[in-house]
């Protein structure tokens, strides 16, 4: 007798697992693309009868089925009535009542009528509880096989939702169910998944089958498509429109023009063709086969009659071409170059100072805000936008580009922008073509010689007409003093300061470098003290280790204080103290947004660091440093062969490099800052910056630091 093979269970694939089809796109596109309608399941979890559901007014009451009965009045009834396998509910002092096939909204009129036999004059009202259940039963190419229990009120739709739906090869196209053996339903989930057609939905009862046939084939739709995916094909009669109806039809940004259409033929030797056509209404009739991938190309980003007008300060703009354009007709004059950036500038004060509302700004207005955002900002310096509210252009030299579509060779035709727009028509009015671009550049795009740039310059102090001046390529630090009147009789004019933004921008560079520098080396420091140390005792080591931690916490406080200092930009100028006209400052050439400040003179010295009093003291002439630091007092700490003065013009002194005269021995001027350090023995942090910097006074010097960062650095 031959064995009886074992029952085969059909395979369950999961999900998340790609099916053939796709995984072949994947090579095919790059792209995982999903199965349409798969999310739709996502989430999905057996099915539970449902609670709380609304019943519709034709549900026919049935075994298992719960009726809410509540009386009163002649009658008291509080009761939880449920359909006997016979149809029948009892009712206490009534008996029974037969309500099987009973409609629901019905259900109270049928009982009113068998109470009513037997008392009068009673109120009543009868709701549905808990409904029953039915058991269906899952088959095919389903997620999740298998028998459930569902709510009696459960369709189609609801109990596949509820099922877990389909597998990766499952078909969603033609789910069917079986009643008695015999097919009652087939549906397309595609009708309900694009247009919410529930019109082949099939109320379920006890006993159904969902069957879940394989689908019949798929076709993938890629490119430029609302919903790329891949779709299941109904039937043979499946053609380009009726997928990409699916798919939310073409965007705008799809190109009708152009699709590919890749096919798969096993039979033939070379079993993939590609061809292109266009959506047209022939195009869209066109029937797509099971394998077929359909890629809808893109609208190509390009104007076909527009010349562009661009630059780094100007919103692109495109305007249609007309024969016979030139430069100037995209161009008609100078302000139409004014940027958009220049004008928010320009009008920046005007809005503000129009949000406020007197001086009573609601709490949380936008006035308010701006009010408060205004406060917490140093005050504005109105000096420092004159010059600079409207970009400057580079007028020599602007530049038309041009594709060659035959070859896609590129052409560059420059012109001077200035003489065309002074005279249209002439030589540099360059005539363009459809698809031009036309560049305008800043000064900045494209340097210009120091000749053609403005220069505005900041005057502040001492002077007889404090201003912002404009001055030509040629005028220098002493013309531009000229202009404004030359120097007070209280100007200081050793600590004259002068700031420039390119200077600034380099020192901070610097500093920033040195900063990555000190901080490396101070690590390495680090590193090779605690590895000398040689320390075997568990409660030394501990003590070294603790050493270490504390040193690497003063470390990145002193590091952090570095990191947050600010250059400035000063050039020392290098004055004498003797010197009183600014014929003697250095003459050299003026950028825009230079600036010059001459104070008055100072009336007091400073010390402080390792000092008893911190403290201004009145300058007097012929007094020394060494005078000064007597009458401040240094303690006992004090490192006074380390000392250091900062002076007024920016000058830093120090014993570094003087082999027979000390600091303390020159004479104190006005404004001096007078820095003495700890001893080396009563170790910090700044010390040993100090002690591991060769030359102090190049350090502040280079990096345009003022006063206030040394006192900074050694709190």
């Keep these: 007798?031959?064995?009886?093979?074992?029952?085969?269970?059909?395979?369950?694939?999961?999900?998340?697992?790609?099916?053939?089809?796709q995984k072949f796109m994947l090579e095919a596109t790059g792209k995982l693309l999903p199965i349409y309608g798969a999310d739709f399941f996502e989430g999905a979890d057996s099915a539970r009868p449902a609670q709380g559901a609304p019943v519709p007014n034709d549900y026919p009451l049935g075994p298992g089925d719960e009726l809410l009965i509540r009386g009163w009045g002649s009658i008291d009834i509080d009761l939880r009535a449920v359909v006997d396998r016979n149809g029948l509910i009892s009712i206490p002092k009534v008996g029974t009542v037969s309500v099987a096939g009973v409609r629901a909204a019905d259900a109270e009129e049928v009982v009113h009528n068998a109470i009513s036999k037997y008392f009068h004059g009673f109120n009543l009202n009868v709701t549905l509880g808990q409904l029953r259940t039915i058991t269906i039963y899952v088959v095919g190419q389903a997620k999740r096989p298998g028998t459930y229990t569902v709510s009696s009120l459960s369709t189609l739709v609801t109990a596949l939702s509820d099922t877990g739906g389909p597998n990766q090869i499952g078909s969603l196209r033609h789910v069917q169910v079986l009643r008695a053996g015999k097919q009652i339903a087939e549906l397309d989930f595609y009708a309900f998944l694009a247009k919410g057609d529930k019109s082949n939905d099939v109320k379920l009862i006890d006993g159904d089958v969902i069957v879940i046939p394989a689908a019949a084939g798929?076709?993938?739709?890629?490119?430029?498509?609302?919903k790329p995916a891949i779709y299941e094909v109904r039937d043979q009669s499946a053609d380009v429109q009726s997928v990409l109806e699916l798919a939310?039809?073409?965007?705008?940004?799809?190109?009708?023009?152009?699709?590919?259409?890749?096919?798969?033929?096993?039979?033939?030797?070379?079993?993939?063709?590609?061809?292109?056509f266009a959506l047209d209404k022939e195009g869209l009739k066109k029937s797509l086969k099971s394998g077929d991938l359909l890629t809808v190309l893109p609208m190509r980003p390009e104007f076909s009659n527009a010349v562009t007008l661009r630059g780094t300060f100007y919103d692109t703009l495109r305007v249609p071409y007309h024969d016979g354009m030139t430069v100037t007709s995209l161009i008609p004059n100078r302000e139409e170059l004014v940027s958009r950036?220049?004008?928010?500038?320009?009008?920046?004060?005007?809005?503000?100072?129009?949000?406020?509302?007197?001086?009573?700004?609601?709490?949380?207005?936008?006035?308010?805000?701006?009010?408060?955002?205004?406060e917490a900002r140093e005050p504005k310096n109105l000096t420092r936008d004159i010059g600079n509210l409207y970009d400057e252009i580079n007028w020599d030299y602007a530049v038309?580009?041009?594709?060659?579509?035959?070859?896609?060779?590129?052409?560059?035709?420059?012109?001077?922008?200035?003489?065309?727009?002074?005279?249209?028509g002439g030589s540099d009015d360059v005539p363009l073509q459809a698809g031009d671009t036309v560049t305008v550049f800043s000064i900045n795009d494209v340097r210009v010689p120091i000749t053609k740039r403005r220069v505005f310059v900041r005057v502040e102090g001492e002077v007889q007409k404090p201003g912002v001046y404009?001055?030509?390529?040629?005028?220098?630090l002493i013309g531009v003093l000229q202009k404004a009147g030359g120097l007070t009789g209280d100007a200081f004019l050793f600590g004259t300061e002068f700031y420039r933004e390119s200077v600034r921008t380099q020192q901070q560079q610097n500093l920033d470098k040195f900063v990555s520098r000190l901080e490396q080396q101070m690590l390495q420091a680090s590193q090779k003290n605690l590895s000398n140390l040689g320390v075997t005792d568990t409660a030394a080591a501990q003590q070294a280790q603790a050493q270490v931690a504390l040193e690497a916490t003063s470390r990145n406080r002193f590091l952090q204080k570095l990191r947050e200092l600010k250059a400035t930009g000063r050039i020392a100028l290098n004055v004498s103290p003797q010197d009183k006209g600014f014929a003697q400052l250095p003459d050299f050439r003026l950028e825009n947004g230079d600036r010059l400040f001459v104070p008055n003179r100072p009336d007091f010295v400073h010390a402080f660091g390792a000092v008893n009093t911190e403290s201004a003291m009145l300058w007097q002439p012929g007094k020394t440093i060494s005078d000064y630091l007597e009458q401040s007092g240094v303690s006992a700490t004090a490192d006074e062969d380390g000392a250091f003065v900062m002076r007024a013009s920016g000058m830093v002194l120090s014993n570094f490099g003087r082999w027979l005269s000390s600091v303390k021995g020159q004479q104190a001027l006005p404004g001096d800052i007078i820095v003495v350090p700890e001893k080396v023995d009563v170790e910090t942090t700044w010390n040993a910056f100090v002690r591991?910097?060769?030359?102090?006074?190049?350090?502040?010097?280079?990096?345009?630091?003022?006063?206030?960062?040394?006192?900074?650095l050694n709190k």
């Design 470 to 476: 404009q001055v030509t390529s040629g005028d220098s």
């Design 400 to 424: 038309v580009e041009r594709l060659n579509r035959s070859d896609l060779s590129v052409k560059l035709i420059s012109f001077d922008l200035g003489k065309a727009l002074a005279s249209p």
């Design 692 to 712: 591991g910097t060769k030359d102090i006074s190049q350090i502040f010097a280079n990096f345009g630091l003022a006063a206030a960062a040394v006192h900074t």
């Design 1 to 21: 007798m031959e064995p009886v093979p074992a029952r085969q269970l059909p395979r369950i694939i999961p999900r998340n697992e790609p099916n053939d089809f």
């Design 218 to 226: 798929y076709v993938a739709l890629a490119g430029a498509v609302e």
């Design 341 to 374: 950036a220049s004008l928010q500038r320009q009008n920046h004060d005007d809005m503000t100072a129009a949000d406020s509302i007197s001086n009573k700004e609601v709490p949380g207005s936008r006035a308010s805000l701006l009010k408060q955002n205004r």
């Design 248 to 276: 939310g039809g073409l965007p705008v940004v799809a190109d009708p023009r152009r699709a590919l259409l890749e096919r798969i033929e096993p039979g033939n030797s070379r079993p993939r063709s590609v061809e292109e």
